[in-house]
């Protein structure tokens, strides 16, 4: 099935014919009333329904152009302009100035973008103030996250049908910079978020489904880009102090600002004893800096570094039975000495380059030095009645890779059509030294060493995809091909103990839209992704799958009924040729058998007026095992039914903000669905009062009703202490009851 995909892609390409000289074009600059270039521009011909974007130099091209063609240039913080073409335009460059102004779903246009809910959804990020890292997670529709490490781990997270545990299905990038980490000391795919400060956020670009040839390992559910602001309109400083000893600032300081030349510096401190009787003593400090270069229109350059480390205490998940029979209270703890350590140093470049009206290019290179530790006791006295069972992960990382991305716009084709292609290839290596599992006590004393090596783990790419566009249909055929290789070397064998494994995986992919007006996309996704397996679990050679496969297919549409209104709908499968289960007695993250998940997506974006804006997604999936039989076919923590959505305020004279809800259903925790984790629904709340032209003062309160709910829960067989017999149930960390923080900031 693979190599006829690659046959029909080959034939794709050889029929591409750029002869006909009677199809016109226009060239053009977007820029801002600065002069400065604006990326991501939407140029769409109502006349005929072709449309083209902006590339990082504000440039593009748009084919089939004939004289009093119609075209509407929009993106979201501007104003939305027509212009009519002129015969003197054609086969011309223009440069097209537009103004900055609130944001409004007016700005929003469906025509044939892969992923035109993300420019929708961005409304969603830009009129609700980002309070967290985590919060810009939950922007992405029907996905849910959850925090079980005093703050310092990264989130759990849920998404169509998975409990994806650390980012084991989900693919996350910074700018390019991969955020998930293989053969981490704690999970596969661990997605560490935290390094990012949330004031730096300018985009989120995210995507369902393994449909995109760019996309690579972890890419089976879903990914999320984030893209950081090259520069800052003004200064800002803010504190928020609140609960529980909560005290947290942020900085961000124009360094340079030049017509060619911008930079900044931003810094953020965290400091919380958290809700539980065990004080946290929770610390995380972030320091990022960018630098911001344009060579000319065509060109431009952009450095950046930041360094991330963080501390924490924590109490663990706790039994059910403890609380219900008063042993501890829901923020108590069996064992309070968890906790861990972890920082991260990155230092990214980003390179992007109009080679002329045709063709483009963009690279990027990265190192980051990553260190982790954690300490954890999810059984309790279940292996060791005397010492307990705490165990220690830990390892040291770099990671360092490059990828260059190039891209070829064809002027003129037979039957007014048009095609434009991308192809990359890259590279990532990951060295990680002294990757451990080791029974501790008290954080101090190690016990016994169960694991101890060092992984090397390099991922080589290469990656082409194609964009025909004729009439009202927009075809994307992709193709992606990744190669592996897993070394391991055991330090705890007596003898040198280095083992090798590598392996190919070939991803083809096609997406299909028909934009049967700019207020009505219709389309149809299917392709191929994969998750790695840890280099350990690779190279024991246990027979699991290396680079376990998934098979997915999507169908749906975005509507736009009226201008301030927008709908979104999706029928979905996928099937996972491997699944990933937490085993509980061993603290452990195991690969499993085979899975396939079907769903629904539903969501709306409704702007009442200038100033208050309503949003909402319901997500359904079912999801089950299809190698065991009924009933004992449920897939642990997989979520059902989740929700979410708010009303926000922007503007409202000197007032905005908003007020938000996130829903999960009762979904099983066992094979069996005999243990159940409960459900929640969860209410936040933010105020900002904005005076003296430049200083606001806020109000941010979590769980506004005081819901008392289970943030994160897992079937976990445990024993207290001088407990005669283990017990399978419920243990969690209770999610934050009522908790306010007061705001105030102030920009120059």
């Not at 946290?280 to 991330?308: C, D, M, P, V, W």
């Not at 890779?401 to 070829?408: L, Q």
């Not at 009062?689 to 289970?710: K, V």
Request: glycine share 8%; net charge negative; charged share 20%.
């Amino acid at each position: 099935m693979k190599k006829i995909l690659c046959l029909a892609f080959l034939v794709f390409l050889g029929r591409l014919n750029a002869n006909n000289t009677d199809v016109h074009h226009l060239n053009g600059t977007i820029v801002d009333e600065n002069n400065s270039p604006i990326e991501n521009v939407g140029v769409y011909n109502k006349n005929t329904g072709d449309y083209s974007y902006s590339n990082a130099s504000g440039n593009f091209v748009l084919n089939n152009i004939s004289v009093n063609d119609v075209i509407n240039f929009h993106i979201l913080g501007f104003e939305t302009k027509e212009m009519i073409v002129k015969e003197d335009q054609l086969d011309s460059t223009i440069t097209v100035t537009l103004k900055e102004s609130a944001l409004s779903l007016d700005q929003v246009v469906l025509v044939s973008k892969i992923n035109a809910l993300s420019s929708i959804v961005n409304v969603d990020v830009k009129v609700s103030p980002i309070k967290s890292t985590q919060e810009i997670l939950r922007k992405v529709p029907g996905l849910i996250i959850g925090q079980h490490a005093g703050g310092g781990k990264a989130e759990q997270i849920f998404l169509r049908g998975f409990d994806i545990d650390h980012g084991t299905d989900i693919t996350i990038n910074v700018d390019g910079l991969p955020v998930n980490l293989v053969s981490h000391a704690h999970g596969q795919g661990y997605a560490d978020l935290h390094f990012v400060i949330p004031e730096t956020i300018g985009n989120l670009d995210f995507g369902k489904g393994p449909y995109y040839a760019d996309k690579g390992n972890f890419n089976t559910a879903g990914y999320v880009d984030l893209s950081l602001k090259k520069a800052i309109d003004n200064n800002l400083l803010s504190v928020e102090v609140g609960q529980f000893d909560t005290f947290r600032t942020v900085g961000l300081l124009k360094v340079l600002d030049e017509e060619k030349s911008s930079a900044y510096v931003a810094t953020e401190l965290v400091l919380t004893d958290g809700v539980f009787e065990s004080p946290q003593n929770f610390n995380r400090f972030n320091i990022f800096g960018r630098y911001n270069y344009r060579a000319s229109a065509n060109e431009e350059l952009t450095l950046t570094a930041s360094h991330f480390q963080s501390k924490w205490d924590a109490s663990g998940q706790i039994p059910q039975r403890a609380v219900d029979q008063g042993l501890i209270s829901r923020f108590g703890a069996i064992d309070d000495t968890e906790g861990g350590n972890t920082s991260r140093s990155n230092l990214l470049v980003n390179h992007s380059k109009q080679l002329n009206e045709n063709s483009f290019i963009k690279t990027k290179a990265y190192i980051s030095k990553y260190d982790f530790e954690l300490y954890s006791n999810f059984t309790f006295f279940l292996v060791d009645p005397v010492n307990g069972d705490q165990i220690r992960q830990r390892e040291d990382r770099t990671i360092i890779g490059a990828e260059t991305a190039y891209s070829y716009s064809f002027d003129h084709l037979n039957n007014d059509a048009s095609f434009k292609y991308k192809a990359g290839i890259g590279f990532r290596y990951d060295d990680v030294n002294e990757v451990e599992l080791s029974r501790t006590s008290n954080r101090i004393n190690t016990l016994s060493r169960l694991s101890l090596g060092n992984v090397d783990e390099v991922n080589a790419y290469a990656f082409i995809d194609g964009t025909y566009k004729r009439g009202k249909w927009t075809l994307i055929p992709g193709l992606r091909i990744d190669y592996f290789k897993f070394d391991f070397e055991n330090l705890l064998s007596p003898t040198r103990d280095n083992r090798s494994e590598d392996d190919f995986f070939i991803s083809p992919k096609f997406n299909a839209i028909y934009a049967a007006s700019d207020n009505v996309q219709l389309f149809a996704k299917a392709g191929v992704g994969f998750h790695s397996n840890d280099a350990r679990v690779v190279t024991a050679n246990t027979g699991e799958e290396t680079l376990p496969g998934a098979f997915g297919a999507d169908l749906g549409a975005i509507l736009k009924p009226i201008d301030k209104l927008v709908i979104n709908t999706a029928l979905w499968g996928l099937y996972l040729q491997q699944e990933f289960v937490y085993v509980g007695d061993e603290a452990v993250v195991e690969p499993s058998g085979k899975t396939r998940r079907l769903g629904v997506d539903l969501g709306l974006r409704y702007q009442l007026n200038d100033w208050l804006f309503l949003y909402g997604d319901i997500n359904y999936a079912f999801a089950r095992s299809t190698e065991e039989p009924d009933g004992q076919d449920f897939i642990p923590l997989a979520p059902d039914l989740t929700s979410s959505g708010g009303l926000s305020i922007k503007d409202l004279g000197k007032f905005s903000g908003g007020i938000n809800y996130r829903y999960i259903k009762d979904r099983p925790a066992n094979e069996d669905n005999s243990i159940v984790a409960e459900g929640y629904f969860v209410t936040d709340l933010n105020l900002n009062y904005n005076f003296a032209n430049n200083w606001t003062f806020g109000l941010i309160i979590e769980n506004l009703l005081d819901t008392e709910w289970n943030e994160t829960q897992f079937a976990t067989e445990t024993r207290l202490f001088n407990e005669p017999e283990a017990v399978e149930e419920i243990t969690f960390t209770p999610g934050t009851p009522f908790s306010a923080r007061l705001k105030l900031s102030v920009s120059f």
